[in-house]
Each structure stands twice: as structure tokens, then as C-alpha cells.
């Protein structure tokens, strides 16, 4: 497949990583001549230095032969009118585009048939939102990913003390759970993979990724030791775009509070929010977050423009009593860093849209 890649920022570059590695032919267009020449000279593809909108920089591009159009720049401007002259003149057959800003958002008639010809929309506060609904869904999972619209589930968590397979061989699931269809995908012990067989015996500490139906996902859970309690109360720190985000998402089904620093926002949050508690102050401080209930909260979100203080905060969220904390990161650097500490789950807008592209 002929694939152009626009924008060489940590996405498209990480995304162009992975498909040169599976034998497609790969162009990537950005302006900064430095970071192409450093990704050509380490990976199996093709460079072009120029605007990504431009009309003649997509022609040198081969926007014409492409197969498929990968939108990634910083700015949805470019990445938005990208899209439209490959298809205006070009008649590039997909194309794929991610649009950051809410002022977008709101308008999907911008989108579409009748308005810009992008036939997948990918929006990182989007996919930050189903990330954390479906580990809320499920506490005690690392990851949860869709498939067939939700029917199927690939699920990873952590295996404890405990758990009827731990210490058991895979072809015991089967007994265990006679009246479910699950499939062991992978295992990772000590950060090295496993293929897993029937005879492969499950360990304390292993990372066990399983697909399953959804109805089946929480005996499955049980099987290895971690099925938490159904959550009730969910505190967010940030009351930004994501944080306004899942507010709305959470309130009808979940007590919700939110610390946000801004006195402006926090005024604007609680006139906006039906059900969320929004108190002012810094979820640093662990007063505040002691004093509104944090060792009676089940899952404690971070989700601030400050990835230190994300982190920080969800530190002392667990160590106050949350059940369950995550943290939002945008350093990939940082992401391992923070899954070995106390913080449960480290969310990563750029990993969750790198993965929806790919």
C-alpha cells in the first residue's frame, strides 16, 4: 500500500515507523528538514520537504498514486485543507485526519460528505474519554481496546496472589470457565513476551492480554487474580477540554467531583456540569484533596495541562486512600516511568492516537 504521511511530529513519525516496517511504501512530508533527514536515514522511506496543505508539495509527494492519507501536522487547519486538495485534485481514495480543537468538534457538518472529505476523524480528547470510561467499566484493567463495535474486548491486567489460574497451566481457563469464549492473546513476563500455549503455567506479576466477549470480561478478570468493586466515586483534577470531557461523560452514572486551579474556570465548569461537584484549588495540595473525600474515592483521574503534576497529584491521591489512580502524560518518556510507580494507569493522548491510526 502506498501510504503519505503528513506530518514527521511524534505520531507521524512513530506511526511512519511502524508501517515502513510492514513493507508498505511510506512518504512522510514535513517543514522541518532535520527531522526527515534523521527519519530517512533510520527507517525505510521516502521524504518531502514543504507545506503539507500545499497543492505542489502533495504532488511531489505521489499524493496522486496514494493509496491512503495520513493527516497528523500540529495544525487541524493544515491537516483539514490537506485532506481537501488530495481529494479535489488528487483523488486520493482515503483519508485519515486528526482534528484536536472543540471549536471543530461542535460542527461534524464540517465533516464529511457535504463539507471536508475526511473519512476518519481522530480526535485525542475523544479517545482519552472512551480510554478512561472503559477502565472505569472494568477496575483492575491495564488496558481495554473495542473491537466489532464493542461486542469483543482485548483486555490486559496484572496478574495477583490469588487468582484461581495463577499458578495453574492456560488449558485450566477452559474448566474454570466452561460457559465463556475467551483467547489468551499474549503474556508478558518481566517486559519479555510469551507465546502462549495450553501448557504455558500463568505467574504472580504477569501481563495478561485476553480477548473476550464484553458480558464475559469481568469472570475473565477473576480468573487472574483482580476484578475491583463496581466504581461509585470518580474525583478529576483539571477541568480543561479532557477533564470537562469526562465530566460529562461520567456524571449521569458516577459521583463525580473536580478540582480545578482556575477560579474563572471552576466558576464556568460548575455552571456548565449538571451532577459534578467542582471545588477550586490545586490537586497538588493534599489538603484539598483530603478534605473533599479522597480516601472514600475509587478512581482518581489527573488530567491537567501539567503532566508534572498530574503526576505528583496522583501520588498522593493513592497514598491518601484512592483505590485506583491515573494520570494523563504526554512524554513518552515519562509513560513506563510512571506505571512503575504507584499510579496505576498512565494515559497518553499521542500512544492512544498512534493506535488508532495504526
Given at each position: 500500500m502506498k501510504i503519505l504521511i503528513l506530518g514527521a511530529g511524534q505520531v507521524g513519525a512513530t506511526v511512519?515507523?511502524?508501517?515502513?516496517?510492514?513493507?508498505?511504501?511510506?512518504?512522510?512530508v514535513d517543514?522541518?528538514?532535520?527531522?526527515?533527514?534523521?527519519?530517512?536515514?533510520?527507517?525505510?522511506?521516502?521524504?518531502?520537504?514543504?507545506?503539507?496543505?500545499?497543492?505542489?508539495?502533495?504532488?511531489?509527494?505521489?499524493?496522486?498514486?496514494?493509496?491512503?492519507?495520513?493527516?497528523v501536522?500540529?495544525?487541524?487547519?493544515?491537516?483539514?485543507?490537506?485532506?481537501?486538495?488530495?481529494?479535489?485534485?488528487?483523488?486520493?481514495?482515503?483519508?485519515?485526519?486528526?482534528?484536536?480543537?472543540?471549536?471543530?468538534?461542535?460542527?461534524?457538518?464540517?465533516?464529511?460528505?457535504?463539507?471536508?472529505?475526511?473519512?476518519?476523524?481522530?480526535?485525542?480528547?475523544?479517545?482519552?474519554?472512551?480510554?478512561?470510561?472503559?477502565?472505569?467499566?472494568?477496575?483492575?484493567?491495564?488496558?481495554?481496546?473495542?473491537?466489532?463495535?464493542?461486542?469483543?474486548q482485548l483486555v490486559a491486567i496484572r496478574t495477583f496472589t490469588g487468582g484461581p489460574l495463577v499458578g495453574h497451566r492456560l488449558a485450566e481457563l477452559r474448566d474454570h470457565l466452561p460457559e465463556t469464549d475467551i483467547r489468551v492473546a499474549a503474556i508478558f513476563r518481566e517486559g519479555k513476551s510469551i507465546v502462549p500455549t495450553g501448557e504455558t503455567?500463568?505467574?504472580?506479576?504477569?501481563?495478561?492480554?485476553?480477548?473476550?466477549?464484553?458480558?464475559?470480561?469481568?469472570a475473565a478478570m477473576a480468573e487472574f487474580g483482580r476484578f475491583g468493586q463496581r466504581v461509585k466515586r470518580?474525583?478529576?483534577?483539571?477541568?480543561?477540554?479532557?477533564?470537562?470531557?469526562?465530566?460529562?461523560?461520567?456524571e449521569n452514572h458516577y459521583s463525580v467531583k473536580m478540582i480545578e486551579?482556575?477560579?474563572e474556570?471552576?466558576?464556568?465548569?460548575?455552571?456548565?456540569?449538571?451532577?459534578?461537584?467542582?471545588?477550586?484549588?490545586?490537586?497538588?495540595e493534599g489538603e484539598i484533596s483530603a478534605a473533599e473525600g479522597i480516601d472514600q474515592t475509587d478512581v482518581f483521574c489527573a488530567v491537567t495541562n501539567d503532566e508534572e503534576a498530574n503526576i505528583l497529584s496522583a501520588i498522593l491521591a493513592k497514598r491518601q486512600g484512592a483505590k485506583l489512580a491515573m494520570s494523563l502524560i504526554n512524554r513518552a518518556s515519562y509513560v513506563d516511568l510512571v506505571q512503575s510507580s504507584s499510579i496505576d494507569v498512565a494515559i497518553s493522548p499521542k500512544l492512544a492516537t498512534i493506535s488508532r491510526l495504526l
Open positions: 511512519a515507523e511502524n508501517l515502513a516496517g510492514e513493507s508498505h511504501d511510506v512518504t512522510l517543514h522541518n528538514p532535520d527531522a526527515l533527514a534523521e527519519l530517512e536515514e533510520r527507517l525505510d522511506l521516502r521524504t518531502v520537504e514543504g507545506k503539507a496543505s500545499h497543492p505542489d508539495v502533495l504532488q511531489r509527494a505521489g499524493a496522486r498514486e496514494a493509496d491512503l492519507l495520513v493527516a501536522t500540529s495544525e487541524d487547519e493544515t491537516n483539514m485543507v490537506a485532506c481537501q486538495v488530495a481529494a479535489s485534485l488528487f483523488h486520493t481514495p482515503k483519508k485519515i485526519a486528526r482534528i484536536r480543537s472543540p471549536a471543530f468538534q461542535r460542527h461534524p457538518e464540517l465533516f464529511g460528505p457535504s463539507g471536508f472529505p475526511i473519512d476518519v476523524l481522530i480526535n485525542p480528547e475523544v479517545l482519552v474519554t472512551e480510554y478512561v470510561m472503559r477502565l472505569i467499566q472494568f477496575p483492575g484493567a491495564l488496558q481495554v481496546l473495542d473491537f466489532a463495535k464493542g461486542k469483543i503455567v500463568i505467574e504472580v506479576g504477569d501481563e495478561v492480554f485476553f480477548i473476550s466477549p464484553t458480558q464475559d470480561i469481568p470518580v474525583m478529576l483534577a483539571g477541568g480543561g477540554n479532557i477533564g470537562l470531557r469526562l465530566a460529562n461523560a461520567l486551579r482556575s477560579p474556570r471552576a466558576k464556568l465548569l460548575s455552571e456548565t456540569l449538571k451532577k459534578t461537584l467542582v471545588f477550586c484549588g490545586s490537586a497538588t
